[in-house]
């Protein structure tokens, strides 16, 4: 019969305090460096963005450059403009219909009611299906300040 062996316990290493020390320490970095770019992050996209345009927007900046012979800031500066041009023409491009619209909607709302009311209109069935009329008919004042309020709102938006 085989007797069972137990090896005698090893010594245990002791780990020294510069180890410890320094653990501690770069956990601590860590955690530093951490709150600095949380605390610099707003930062950090405005120049991470900056980049991006910087490098997009290079190779049209050279071509203002060579072609129309200007110096590079003044290219740059034409670049910019242009860009900056297009998007507030695009902007108003998109607005400028939804705004329309929104107004049309407002303006057109009374005769809506009064026709979802009497069953008529794209929604007129709905309202007499759920019973709607009598909450539309006792909030149409605040329906109508909601509607006009948007359109504010897609300003803020844009």
Known sequence: MSVPTTMPPRPRDDVPVRTILATIGLVIATYLSWLLVRKLSHIIELVVIAVFFALVLNPVVDLCEQRLRLRRGLAATVVFLTGLALFALMMYVFITPLIDQTQQLVDRFPQMVDQARHGEGAIGHL????????????????????????????????
């Not at 009598?134 to 844009?158: F, M, P």
């Open 127 to 158: 309202v007499q299906k759920y019973n709607l009329d009598d909450y539309v008919r006792n909030n149409q004042a605040r329906l109508r300040e909601a509607l006009s309020s948007s359109t504010s709102s897609i300003l803020t938006v844009a």
